[in-house]
T-cell receptor, first 115, second 111 residues
Framework: GAVVSQHPSRVICKSGTSVKIECRSL??????MFWYRQFPKQSLMLMAT?????????EQGVEKDKFLINHASLTLSTLTVTSAHPEDSSFYIC???????????FGQGTRLTVV | KQEVTQIPAALSVPEGENLVLNCSFT??????LQWFRQDPGKGLTSLLL?????REQTSGRLNASLDKSSGRSTLYIAASQPGDSATYLC??????????FGKGNQVVVIP
């Protein structure tokens, strides 16, 4: 299957700082990527759809100014958690597909801890 | 809004037994359904993808069925092994690759 690489796998940051997470499709181009968030013992919740060359589409209740998404190329999307607070601590994971409504491939995830 | 439920939430079985994991969804207007495996603290590994026009998919010891009209899918794992211990997630694609996930079936296979 296709490979999606996410970096970093773990990050610890101080409250008030910003953290950038990268998601790359390694062997295919993805015009659309997706960012999910997972709390312990909970399901993955879709945060936003990252669109190459245009603005991201955010799900209801997700603050776009807090979670900045940039999709500057067909193989890279970034999620920046701005002014992070302890409640932003979570597992963030991205996905991509090589075409519409086909198999989704996920990155390894990023464990963010805000202290 | 699509709601996905997975039952049971957790189960333990002795090695060699067959596993049956259930997934139900409320909106039958789906493009496909995908089963994933997640190990603790790790990302998701795709196991099987069933298109809405299909009734089942098989890969090795894994078999997934889909009854779209009743909003159900079942993942069967034959002859379970300790290495099958993980959380299994069901995800429904309602269009444009936006997935709705269940909370998962946490499986422990006892040697």
């Amino acid at each position: 299957g296709a490979v999606v690489s996410q970096h970093p796998s773990r990050v610890i940051c101080k409250s008030g700082t910003s953290v950038k997470i990268e998601c790359r499709s390694l062997d295919f181009q993805a015009t659309t990527m997706f960012w999910y968030r997972q709390f312990p013992k909970q399901s993955l919740m879709l945060m936003a759809t990252s669109n190459e060359g245009s603005k991201a589409t955010y799900e209801q209740g997700v603050e776009k100014d807090k979670f900045l998404i940039n999709h500057a190329s067909l193989t890279l999307s970034t999620l920046t958690v701005t002014s992070a607070h302890p409640e932003d601590s979570s597992f963030y994971i991205c996905s991509a597909s090589d075409s519409l409504n086909t198999e989704a491939f996920f990155g390894q995830g990023t464990r963010l801890t805000v202290v | 809004k699509q709601e996905v439920t997975q039952i049971p939430a957790a189960l333990s079985v002795p090695e060699g037994e067959n596993l049956v994991l259930n997934c139900s969804f409320t909106d039958s207007a789906i493009y496909n359904l995908q089963w994933f495996r997640q190990d603790p603290g790790k990302g998701l590994t795709s196991l099987l993808l069933i298109q809405s026009s299909q009734r089942e998919q098989t890969s090795g010891r894994l078999n997934a069925s889909l009854d779209k009209s009743s909003g159900r899918s079942t993942l069967y794992i034959a002859a379970s092994q300790p290495g099958d211990s993980a959380t299994y997630l069901c995800a429904v694609n309602g269009g444009n690759n936006r997935l709705a996930f269940g909370k998962g079936n946490q499986v422990v296979v006892i040697p």
